[in-house]
């Protein structure tokens, strides 16, 4: 699993709703304009369908910058 | 859908990614039973039953028509049913039909014969407050009608029936009952956060949960049920899930590995009929194919409880019904 692939992942979905959003392992992703419940959705089902780990609202509300999401993910697919 | 409390592209993620483009609302004086109840009827009727055979009748929802009485009661004595009617109401919602399925079919074993009915249906619209976005424009109201008869001859129903109570509060109506009684103020709404307005008698859905729940939770009571049955996922014709969301189907259909053509979906146009999900699908869908021959099919309900259900049935030329719209 690696880092770059998991924020053009997130990037993509982003964009969707904003062509000009782009993502660093730094961004605060929930503070973003563009994010929403239903965009938390299209995000978990995209990690669920590319990593096999499923999150919910609480694993998000735990993560603060895109780089939190990563290492959440990466560990939970270890666990 | 003309809706104002979302913007454009909150409507497109509802049509787009769930799935859900119309939606079909009773009006203010129709319940759940009496959907139910023109189901029965011309179900009753298509089969040709006399009402003095059928001993078991058992009504499926969260939508009562009465705090009490039981609305299987009512429906009893409204059909015209004989006495000699076991009828009772079972509170489930996402995971009724499966649940049902195995409640006749159980009463009719232990029987050793008779006929019994299902009546499954909610009017969801009821429950959930039109200020609240989160739920708003996803839920339609639908009854059902299905008819069980005791054969000897018939092949085995499996069925994998699981709850998880911890979940509770994911899809929740908290007042209104014993635990929250009616109060002055149970219908005062209020902002619990933008978008999201809604009194104690509404609807509560967590969405983000029960997509969890749903794909962690359906795969492996699918896998249980195939193995338990030993058949493979090829030799099942149809694959019907519960009508909820889009994505959580298509994520579930590729944790196992199924055909889109196997799993028929009406989330389209009937958005989630939530207890009747299952079988307007099965009438929409494949009330034609089921009524020609032989066909094996796996029904997974999943939702409010947390409750989820699956059952493998076979089905032999089935009478066929289509959809009625009231």
């Not at chain 1, 419940?37 to 998000?60: G, H, K, N, P, R």
């Not at chain 2, 109060?183 to 619990?192: F, G, I, P, V």
Request: net charge negative; glycine share 6%; proline share 3%.
């Amino acid at each position: 699993m690696e880092l770059k692939a998991f924020i053009q992942l997130l990037e993509n979905e982003f964009q969707v709703e904003d062509e000009h959003c782009t993502l660093q392992e730094d961004t605060q992703y929930r503070s973003l304009g563009v994010w929403s419940s239903m965009l938390a959705l299209i995000v978990i089902v995209q990690i669920t369908d590319t990593y096999d780990v499923v999150l919910d609202e609480e694993d998000i509300k735990r993560t603060t910058t895109v780089r939190d999401l990563y290492e959440l993910v990466k560990q939970k697919q270890q666990a | 859908m003309d809706y104002p409390y979302l913007s454009d592209k909150e409507k497109q993620f509802i049509s787009k990614s769930i799935g859900i483009n119309k939606r079909r609302i009773a009006p203010d004086g129709i319940t759940a039973s009496d959907l139910c109840f023109e189901a029965a009827q011309k179900l009753v009727s298509e089969l040709a039953w006399s009402k003095d055979e059928i001993n078991i009748l058992v009504f499926v929802s969260q939508t009562p028509d009465y705090i009490t009485p039981n609305t299987a009661s009512v429906l009893q004595h409204r059909l015209g049913i004989s006495q000699q009617c076991l009828a009772f109401d079972v509170n489930l919602g996402c995971s009724a039909y499966p649940y049902g399925l195995s409640i006749v079919a159980g009463l009719l074993q232990n029987m050793k014969g008779g006929k019994g009915l299902l009546l499954v249906g909610d009017k969801s619209s009821q429950l959930v407050s039109e200020e609240d976005k989160s739920a708003a424009l996803l839920f339609s109201d639908a009854g059902s009608a299905t008819a069980l008869e005791y054969d000897d001859q018939a092949p085995n129903m499996w069925f994998d029936l699981c709850t998880d109570g911890s979940g509770a509060e994911s899809l929740m109506v908290k007042g209104g009952a014993g635990r929250h009684p009616f109060h002055s103020a149970s219908l005062d709404k209020t902002e619990e956060s933008p978008g999201i307005i809604r009194s104690e008698l509404n609807l509560i859905l967590k969405g983000l949960d029960i997509f969890k729940f749903s794909v962690l939770k359906v795969p492996p009571s699918i896998r249980n049920i195939l193995e338990a049955a030993s058949v493979s996922k090829e030799n099942v014709d149809y694959f019907v899930f519960h009508q909820a969301n889009q994505l959580i189907n298509k994520t579930i259909s590729k944790k196992l590995g199924i055909d889109s053509d196997k799993v028929p979906q009406t989330l389209g146009s009937f958005g989630n009929s939530s207890s009747a999900s299952i079988p307007v699908t099965l009438s929409s869908e494949l009330h034609t194919t089921l009524s020609r021959g032989k066909h094996r099919l796996i029904l997974a309900g999943f939702g409010v409880g947390l409750s989820w259900g699956t059952a493998i049935i076979e089905t032999d030329s089935l009478a066929d019904i289509p959809l009625i719209e009231l």
